[in-house]
C-alpha cells in the first residue's frame, strides 16, 4: 500500500507561481512513474504532467512552458512548480503513481490540494 500526500496548494493572484509537492510512503518511489492531474467542478480530472522513474518528463498542452515537473528520489517526493497561473488552473490538483510489481501494475492517489487563482 502507498500513501500519497499533497501540499503546497492555496490562493494565487494571477501570474503567480505555487509549488506543489507529494511525498510518497513506501519503499517503491524510485521505481515508480509519478504524475500530476487536476480535475474542476464539473469537469474530467485531466493529466498535466508526467516523469517516469527515470526522469524522463512530457506535459499537457495547456501547462506546457509554464508548470514544470520534478522528483527527488531521497525524498520519496514529486514536485509542480506552477507559474504564470492563470484563472482557469483553478482546481483540485490530484498527485499519481503507477507502478509494476511482480508484473502487477499499481495506481494510487492522493487526496488532492485546491489550488484557487484569483484576480
Known amino acids: 500500500q502507498v500513501q500519497l500526500v499533497e501540499s503546497g496548494g492555496g490562493l494565487v493572484q494571477a501570474g503567480g507561481s505555487l509549488r506543489l509537492s507529494c511525498v510518497a510512503s513506501?519503499?517503491?518511489?524510485?521505481?515508480?512513474?509519478m504524475a500530476w492531474y487536476r480535475q474542476s467542478p464539473g469537469k474530467q480530472r485531466e493529466l498535466l504532467a508526467r516523469?517516469?522513474?527515470?526522469?524522463?518528463?512530457d506535459y499537457a498542452d495547456p501547462v506546457k512552458g509554464r508548470f514544470t515537473i520534478s522528483r527527488d528520489n531521497a525524498k520519496n517526493t514529486v514536485y509542480l512548480q506552477m507559474n504564470s497561473l492563470k484563472l482557469d488552473d483553478t482546481a483540485v490538483y490530484y498527485c499519481?503513481?503507477?507502478?509494476?510489481?511482480?508484473?502487477?501494475?499499481?495506481?494510487?492517489w492522493g487526496q488532492g490540494t485546491q489550488v484557487t487563482v484569483s484576480l
Open positions: 513506501g519503499r517503491i518511489f524510485s521505481i515508480a512513474n
Open positions: 516523469i517516469t522513474s527515470g526522469g524522463s518528463t
Open positions: 499519481n503513481t503507477q507502478y509494476w510489481m511482480l508484473s502487477i501494475s499499481h495506481n494510487y
